[in-house]
């Protein structure tokens, strides 16, 4: 048996998950974007600063509390192919915020 597979012989995974890191400014949220069907989760107001030509729909996030409503309005939208985060950062600060509130973080809150 042969190791060498033809075109036809190949399975392509239907969703990858990417993590794209970076300096400020260098394209992630552009590049980002440019995925199928994009819809972005905007944790830092990002969107604004990209090209309008380059600008997706997004859903602006406030809370961790928003964050649950925000994934089931694009689910029930089922146009969009793509979730991209911007920025993970921010997103976990509002994940400690909503565990710690104002202090610091610990072990134990974890």
């Known amino acids: 048996m042969s190791l060498i597979k033809k075109p036809a012989e190949l399975t392509a995974k239907e969703t990858i998950a990417a993590l794209i890191y970076g300096q400020p400014g260098v394209g992630k949220t552009t590049l980002a974007c ?47 192919k793509t979730v991209v985060i911007d920025t993970a950062s921010k997103m976990v600060d509002l994940i400690i915020t909503k565990i710690c509130g104002n202090q610091n973080p610990t072990i134990q809150k974890w």
């Open 34 to 80: 440019s995925a199928p069907s994009p819809v972005v989760i905007d944790f830092d107001g990002g969107m604004g600063r990209l090209r309008v030509i380059d600008q997706r729909d997004s859903v602006p996030v406030q809370s961790w509390d928003d964050v649950f409503t925000v994934l089931q309005e694009i689910a029930d939208a089922g146009c969009y």
